[in-house]
């Protein structure tokens, strides 16, 4: 029942859509402009910098705020409350994403990724700042620096948690394998969705179709 609170929780919080609304306060329905997804890409290239960085503000701290408090209230800081802030991280990537008011067409997760980390462990969230920072600082592709950032999230959760990094704290010696399965399959899921989000911009980039940061969309 922990899980699915922490799922229901975070899709709550998810369904706050910050580029549909920042937009329509704008007189723009951010899903019929440009790529058609409610995120920040696609608000700074339709509606400027300002639009970009608000919008990413928004998503990022609708995903920060629930899992912050969630690890607040569980407490022990462990392995399970790591557990825990997958879940509800997910959660609010699924509403991102899919928010039922607005026929489930939302964004692709990304800044809401962004608060996941910034949530869960620090240690990761820096190394995915910077290897998005220098993809994007190099090619001009976000597309391929949110996806690169989804692949490290992946891969630096499931390193960290098989070696023990987020303790065993109240957990019987018996369910400590099995939680840490969960860990991974949950972050798994996560980075999954983000690729499958981003599946026409992997098309467009094994093409060399893919618009960059700063080009006028074609």
């Not at 899903?31 to 409610?38: A, F, L, M, V």
């Not at 023990?164 to 972050?187: D, F, H, K, L, W």
Request: proline residues 1%.
């Amino acid at each position: 029942m922990e899980r699915v609170f922490c799922l229901a929780l975070g899709y709550v919080f998810g369904l706050f859509q910050t580029g549909y609304i920042y937009g329509r306060a704008h007189g723009i329905d951010i899903r019929t402009q440009g790529s058609g997804n409610s995120g920040t890409t696609n608000a700074l290239r339709v509606m400027g910098k300002k639009a970009g960085l608000i919008v990413f503000a928004g998503d990022f701290f609708k995903t920060l705020i629930p899992c912050l408090l969630v690890r607040f209230f569980v407490g022990d800081g462990g392995l399970y409350t790591h557990l825990l802030v997958l879940y509800t991280g997910f959660g609010v990537t699924l509403g991102h994403n899919f928010p039922c008011y607005l026929k489930f067409k939302g964004g692709k997760g990304i800044a809401a990724m962004a608060g996941l980390l910034a949530a869960s462990d620090m240690r990761i969230a820096l190394v995915c700042l910077a290897v998005f920072v220098v993809t994007v600082a190099i090619t001009r592709y976000v597309s391929l620096g949110s996806l690169l950032v989804a692949a490290c999230f992946f891969i630096l959760t499931v390193s960290f948690t098989m070696i023990g990094s987020y303790g065993t704290t109240g957990i019987p010696s018996m369910n400590t394998g099995r939680i840490q399965v969960e860990c991974c399959v949950a972050a798994g899921v996560i980075s999954a969705m983000a690729f499958w989000r981003h599946r026409a911009n992997i098309g467009r980039l094994i093409h060399g179709t893919e618009n960059k940061l700063g080009a006028k969309k074609a």
